[in-house]
């Protein structure tokens, strides 16, 4: 069989099985804190949100058929089709840069990233489209800012790549540095295109379709921008080793320990190299990807950051790698290299031992004897793990009080911040009528200050539901101490883990609303 018939098999069994594989995890868990978060996005849809722009609102909307199906899996069902393309479009760009081998390289780099696999691949967040548009900008880029001058170039692909942009704009924000990367790339190389109106054009259709979120950030005070903004400033003047260590390390977790390495030897090798230096295509993936990384790195060193803003960076540094190892078997042209081999098994075992602790705690992670309003705060794996069963008992003790008359039906459940009152609205309120709302500034609260209003706001003289878990234990007492008259002792909720006691729910009533609680009126969305 010609190796290029073998590459598109391989390429096609690779696609379906990593689509397989994701699916079963998507189902498999409970969504997290910012998934279940998003999914408010579809729920109470608008323009734009506090935290983030719509695109991933509009996503589980369609891929939930309007809400009809709202299991995890259905959640998550556009990162399963989202991570499948994404390994199909990195195919292509690293069969750009060289061949069809370096695209299959590429799409096996790109399968053993814990960032595309997992976190873009399987998770609902809005890294998820934006990496899609992403891929796909990426890839008309090289296909067309090197070749200005060619007389038979279809010109207007410039126009898709704005349109590309400006979806991923309506994705996440950080797509505006593929669009600086490109600039970059024209400015330091083909300027040809400073002549050419649709390079203007495909600027003005990115701005066209991210207007929306303007003018959404106009009718709210701007706080999207100046909430983002504000996490990028630099909120110390001393530098702070353990947050820049904290960004390096989650920087090779999330792009694999294996991924990793063989980028930095991919980079060091294009530095080191002048014809691979010149290279306009490296250029461009250059311009794309070390901005972004080069940029959270710095910030990282003054304030706190997450490890997942600057993905998108390595994701488009990973054909290189390809590239590079392609070059390092010229003359085998092997199928499975070594290392693409090692980075695929160790996110196989990333994967296995993630899914193992979730559904075990077989490591554990929390201290010995620790009291009960603390019980599983420091495993993480719990984020996941426990919100199906909290909401079963809820709603069975809700019943209760509510049958014999100590509460009234539906009373809504009030709580402190986005998450859990996101968390708590999937999980304990649904099916049924009850309501979720947080009190709070804007900054706790996020997009629960306009989900207030809808809800008709905080009314004088009802009870509520308190619902905290010793995970992330907020006493109501110490919380809301002049809000309600009278709070009752809490019920506790055992969740179980392989017979054991993973963590608690406490579950307050809260009797008899005296004054409104924050509801981030001082600074509220529409």
């Known amino acids: 069989m010609p190796l290029s018939k073998l590459i598109q098999r391989n390429l096609l069994l690779l696609l379906m099985f990593s689509a397989l594989v994701r699916a079963l995890t998507a189902g498999l868990f409970e969504l997290g804190n910012d998934e279940v978060y998003y999914w408010t996005y579809a729920v109470y849809p608008d323009l734009s949100y506090f935290d983030h722009p719509p695109m991933v609102g509009w996503l589980i909307r369609i891929f939930t058929f309007n809400l009809h199906f709202q299991q995890e899996f259905f959640i998550r069902l556009a990162s399963i089709i989202g991570g499948t393309l994404n390994t199909w479009l990195i195919y292509l760009i690293g069969k ?56 038979s170039l279809n010109k207007n692909k410039m126009l898709l790549i704005g349109v590309a942009l400006g979806l991923g704009m309506l994705s996440k924000y950080t797509t505006a540095f593929l669009w600086m ?89 294009v530095f080191r190299t002048r014809s691979l230096r010149q290279e306009p295509k490296v250029r461009i993936l250059l311009l794309s990807g070390l901005p972004i990384i080069g940029i959270f790195m710095v910030l990282s060193l003054f304030r706190n950051t997450l490890p997942h803003w600057s993905g998108p960076g390595y994701m488009s540094l990973i054909p290189i790698a ?25 996110m196989a075992v990333i994967l296995l031992l993630a899914i193992a602790q979730i559904s075990t705690g077989f490591i554990h992670l929390d201290p010995e004897n620790v009291p009960a309003r603390k019980k599983g705060e420091k495993d993480y794996s719990l984020e996941v793990y426990g919100w199906t069963q909290m909401g079963e008992e809820f709603r069975k003790m809700a019943g209760r009080y509510e049958k014999a ?17 996101a968390n708590l609205e999937y999980y304990a309120t649904r099916p049924g009528n009850r309501i979720v709302m947080a009190a709070g ?49 809490p019920d506790t909720i055992n969740i179980d883990r392989c017979g054991k006691t993973a963590y608690y729910f406490f579950v307050y009533r809260m009797k008899d609303l005296q004054s409104k609680p924050g509801d981030g009126a001082e600074k509220s969305l529409r």
């Open 441 to 489: 500034d804007l900054e706790a609260i996020h997009n629960y200050s306009r989900i207030n209003r809808m809800h008709g706001g905080f009314r004088l003289n009802t009870d509520a539901w308190y619902i905290t878990s010793s995970r992330d234990f907020r006493d109501p007492v110490l919380l809301m101490p002049f809000y309600y008259r009278q709070i009752m002792p």
């Open 181 to 269: 990367g490109m600039v970059l790339f024209i400015l330091l190389f083909n300027r040809n295109w400073l002549r050419q109106w649709r390079f203007y054009a495909a600027s003005f259709i990115m701005a066209g379709l991210f207007s929306i979120v303007i003018v959404w950030n106009a009718m709210n005070h701007f706080i999207s921008f100046t909430y983002q903004g504000g996490r990028a400033e630099m909120t110390q003047a001393i530098v702070n080793i353990d947050s820049f260590l904290t960004e390096i390390g989650g920087e090779i977790l999330y792009t694999n320990p294996v991924n990793f390495i063989l980028i930095l030897l991919s980079l060091l090798a």
């Open 405 to 421: 008359g100590e509460m009234p039906v539906d009373a809504p459940i009030v709580t402190y911040r986005w998450f859990p009152a």
């Open 96 to 151: 750009k840069l060289r061949d069809t081998l370096t695209g299959w390289y590429a799409a096996l780099l790109y399968t053993a990233s814990i960032y595309g696999f997992i976190i873009t691949g399987t998770f609902i967040l809005p890294d998820t489209p934006q990496t899609v548009f992403w891929l796909l900008a990426l890839l008309l880029m090289l296909d067309l800012l090197p070749e200005m001058h060619s007389g």
């Open 322 to 346: 390809a590239l590079w190892i392609r070059q390092k078997t010229a003359e085998s042209g092997r199928l499975f290299p070594v290392w693409p081999l090692v980075s695929l098994a160790t």
